[in-house]
């Protein structure tokens, strides 16, 4: 079982990027799906879930920003990130999540600077 994450990189502040999760070896369908970040000397915060059902739920920073999306067909979650702004910056983690069991991707990093 396996999450592998794509898609982070140097944004400006006020731009757009998207991540994608691939997840492997797994009924896909049945996970509630996460994004994650974790900006340096900080905790790591949910930023936005998909429940298997594709139920939604954002953090109050990532409303209106942020969509999270599922494609079951493709075993992928995805996160579209707007109006980037540099409180942004942080590494983004892909999190999986069934009947108790959960892990984790690598993470990509996420850079929001002028």
């Known amino acids: 079982v396996q999450l592998v994450e794509s898609g982070g990189g140097l944004v400006q502040p006020g731009g757009s990027l998207s991540l994608s999760c691939a997840a492997s070896?797994?009924?896909?369908?049945?996970?509630?799906m996460a994004w994650y970040r974790q900006a340096p000397g900080k905790p790591r915060e949910l930023v936005a879930l998909?429940?298997?059902?594709?139920?939604?739920n954002y953090t109050d920073s990532a409303k209106g920003r942020f969509t999270i999306s599922r494609d079951n067909a493709k075993n992928t979650v995805n996160l579209q990130m707007n109006s980037l702004k540099p409180e942004d910056t942080a590494v983004y983690y892909c999190y999986a999540e069934k009947f108790g069991y959960f892990l984790w991707g690598q993470g990509t990093q996420v850079t929001v600077s002028s």
């Open positions: 998909i429940t298997a059902d594709s139920n939604t």
């Open positions: 070896n797994m009924i896909f369908s049945l996970y509630k």
